[in-house]
């Protein structure tokens, strides 16, 4: 029998909760998993090194992106298979790989579905599987933490990133692969590991998370209008059609702005830096994902 752990962010909830997960997995055989709950998902890396400790050899992470990106940033390298229970507000990670938001189902994929090896991407020593980024969406992102996004999940985005398109763009130099990329003004930077944001909008085109590379895209577009239109492009067409986007694929991204700017990771907002240091490693987790059809 697998040694099976469970590591869940306790303030997140689908169905009948964390106890019909304990249900469903006894059902399934799985009675005395290594169970652990964090108020936080900062948290999540120490429990989760705890169970590999222990022996785990599958692992469910119970939560939204930020809950998987904490436990991938310890998972990655070990060899544990993770299976995720999307129970977050976003969970983009889960729904780019088609895994529902239902304990039945994710269980049995967790327990019956077959191994995926895919990327992630690192940046300033920090492990990311979805998307990384600064200015536009790490302010949104910081803004919403805490009180809005939970009383209004992905509406609090909406509300924070109408307020923060008034805020000056700054000035980047990005240097792909050790080459220099773009130097001007910008008002957002962003790293993908996946192509999809809220809605189904692709932020990238043709992103796989098992491909090498990841997707980097800058855009200088300024106030309600221009944003509005970079959108517009977006949902209609692709990204890199707009005339204040540029968008390419690297292995390696150095990021130097011009003052200190908001970062975030999988939607968790970090402390603002000046420079920001990004590479792909290929093939450092495994999750369980559905079978074939």
């Known amino acids: 029998m697998t040694k099976v752990a ?13 106890e019909e997960l304990r249900v469903v997995l006894s059902r399934a055989g799985i009675t005395d998993p290594i169970w652990s709950e964090v108020p936080k998902s900062r948290y999540a890396p120490e429990r989760v090194q705890r169970a590999l400790d222990e022996g785990a050899e599958l692992v469910f992470v119970w939560g939204g992106d930020g809950m998987v990106q904490r436990s991938i940033d310890r998972l990655a390298g070990s ?27 994710a269980v049995e994929i967790g327990l019956n579905g077959r191994d995926r090896t895919l990327d992630v991407g690192k940046i300033n020593g920090e492990r990311f599987a979805v998307m990384a980024g600064a200015g536009l969406d790490a302010h949104m992102i910081e803004e919403a933490d805490g009180g809005l996004k939970d009383r209004f999940g992905r509406l609090a985005y909406i509300w924070t990133a109408s307020k923060s398109l008034r805020k000056e763009p700054f000035k980047a130099r990005i240097e792909i692969n050790d080459e220099l990329w773009y130097k001007g003004k910008a008002s957002c930077v962003l790293l993908g590991n996946v192509g999809s944001l809220f809605g189904g909008i692709e932020a990238f085109d043709n992103a796989e998370p098992d491909d090498g590379l990841l997707e980097v895209g800058v855009t200088n577009a300024e106030g309600l209008g221009q944003w509005a239109r970079t959108v517009a492009r977006t949902a209609i067409g692709t990204t ?7 968008v390419t694929k690297a292995k390696k991204v150095r990021i130097e702005l011009d003052r200190k700017v908001a970062y975030e990771l999988d939607g968790g ?8 240091k990004v590479k792909i490693q290929p093939g450092a987790i495994t999750v369980r994902v559905p079978m074939p059809a």
Do not use: M, W, Y
């Open 6 to 18: 469970v590591i869940a962010h306790a303030g997140k909830t689908i169905g009948g909760g964390l």
């Open 79 to 105: 060899g544990v298979t993770f299976a995720i229970i999307p129970a977050g507000t976003a969970n983009l990670f889960a729904s780019s790989l088609d895994i529902p938001s239902d304990i039945e189902e």
């Open 269 to 276: 907002a970090r402390e603002p830096t000046k420079l920001l």
């Open 240 to 246: 890199a059609q707009s005339p204040f986007v540029q």
